[in-house]
């Protein structure tokens, strides 16, 4: 029986954050973009394998840490156009498997450095391939406890996958850092001031990823437009209008957005699930934010005045730190121990 989510009533927990920025990185760009180009990255030694998925396509995967050993298994979903190479990723997973845990980042088809091999891509609501993941890391090692952690569109990716799942998706608990949870404000708000700088930056990968596989896949019965056209695209909606939608199945962008934005689903979550999120994260407004009576009851919100987008940054200017990832740890310690 398809869910609904009306069919439930329930009011998560909406507290403020612990997190504190300092003197020095008050700004919100600051802390968006000081990890990314300034932060050393940390070492961190890992592998990659491709799973192949049932329609023919495959997704990269990149695994870290003693399976062996760990206390348990980490999935990451990378935010939108990321990879490995992505700082959140890369340091966290490094972070993750210095406390002892092994790791798996799952990078959506067509990214990690690799075109994926059919027209469709990934978006913010595709849960399919993730599902797909799931059952494939069940079954190899049923008994490893497992844990999940998305960023930014991964992060309303896995909160859309949480819901659709209830508890048969296994997962012990789950983490959401910097979510786009309702998808029309953050195609609204990254479109003005300085925030344009980032769409303009995201923007180019997407369009140079698109005619990229437009040189060796025919697109013509797929989309109306062809490669001069995905040149002027311009903004998200532009291209979730008239790339993402008709790809994936969707009438428009509004129906996209409406279908796949994670704030809709917040209700029907069965599993420990903590949301971090900063009010000043220049990719969104606050509209995107639950209120607690749209929250399961296991469902946790820590909202921060600041932090930027999966930026979180704490102490000096010259050994800092990203807040959520000690976070992160402490959350995942303590909802294992309440498993066991």
């Not at 599902?131 to 896995?158: C, D, R």
């Not at 969707?250 to 994670?262: L, M, T």
């Not at 689903?265 to 606050?286: G, S």
Request: net charge positive; glycine share 8%.
């Amino acid at each position: 029986m398809p869910f609904e989510a009306n069919q439930v009533e329930a009011k998560g927990l909406v507290v403020k954050s612990d997190f504190s920025a300092p003197w020095w990185a008050k700004n919100k760009h600051v802390q968006t973009m000081f990890p990314r180009f300034l932060q050393k990255r940390p070492p961190l030694h890992y592998r990659r394998e491709d799973l192949c998925l049932p329609d023919g396509d495959f997704v990269n995967l990149v695994w870290a840490g003693n399976l062996d050993e760990a206390k348990a298994l980490v999935l990451m979903f990378h935010g939108l156009e990321g990879s490995i190479t992505s700082h959140y990723c890369h340091d966290t997973m490094a972070s993750l498997v210095q406390h002892g845990y092994a790791v798996v980042l799952m990078h959506f088809r067509g990214c990690g450095g690799r075109p994926n091999r059919l027209p469709r891509a990934y978006h913010s609501g595709e849960t399919a391939d993730a599902s797909y993941l799931l059952s494939y890391l069940q079954a190899k090692w049923p008994t490893l406890p497992k844990l999940a952690i998305g960023f930014s569109l991964g992060g309303n990716m896995l909160l859309k996958l949480l819901a659709e799942q209830g508890q048969a998706c296994g997962l012990n608990a789950a983490i959401a850092v910097s979510a786009p949870m309702q998808l029309a404000e953050c195609a609204k708000s990254i479109s003005r001031g300085f925030s344009r700088i980032y769409q303009a930056y995201l923007m180019r990968s997407m369009r140079n990823n698109l005619l990229r596989k437009m040189q060796t896949i025919d697109y013509s019965g797929l989309l109306t437009i062809g490669p001069k056209d995905v040149q002027r695209l311009e903004n998200f909606r532009q291209f979730d209008e008239h790339v993402t939608a008709p790809l994936h199945g969707f009438v428009d962008a509004d129906d996209y957005y409406q279908r796949c934005s994670a704030l809709g689903f917040l209700r029907l979550i069965r599993v420990p699930t903590l949301i971090l999120h900063a009010k000043d994260d220049p990719f969104m407004n606050e509209n995107v934010l639950p209120r607690a009576d749209e929250m399961a009851t296991c469902v946790r919100l820590e909202l921060s005045d600041k932090g930027g987008h999966c930026g979180f940054l704490h102490g000096t200017p010259w050994r800092p730190k990203i807040w959520f990832q000690q976070r992160s740890h402490a959350f995942f310690t303590e909802n294992l121990a309440l498993s066991q």
